[in-house]
């Protein structure tokens, strides 16, 4: 049974920092394209960043030079380093794996940008 657990969220004031981390089992992060989602209140989810086997990485122009996405195959966790947040990065955020088996996701973790 795969699972992907969040963790990292929480309330933080613009310019801050957070990580969240994505802890995978029944599931190996390195054979499996890994990502972050986010959804805020009112709007559709949203794709923020995105890496494969290969290590290629894509991310959601808005987050672009302040999102890092990684990945420790040892540890079998996938990370989103978050940097210079702002107001609008307020959302639940979602670990994804995706195999040609399927898809799987987390059950989200809450970030709060906010002053």
């Known amino acids: 049974q795969v699972q992907l657990v969040e963790s990292g969220g929480g309330l933080v004031q613009p310019g801050g920092s957070l990580r969240l981390s994505c802890a995978a089992s029944?599931?190996?992060?390195?054979?499996?394209?890994m990502g972050w989602y986010r959804q805020a209140p009112g709007k559709q989810r949203e794709l923020v960043a995105g890496i494969t086997t290969a290590d290629r990485t894509n991310y959601a122009d808005s987050v672009k030079g302040r999102f890092t996405i990684s990945r420790d195959n040892a540890k079998n966790m996938v990370y989103l380093q978050m940097n210079s947040l702002k107001p609008e990065d307020t959302a639940v955020y979602y670990c994804t794996a995706v195999r040609l088996s399927g898809s799987y996701w987390g059950q989200g973790t809450q970030v709060t940008v906010s002053s």
């Open positions: 029944g599931i190996s992060v390195s054979s499996a394209t």
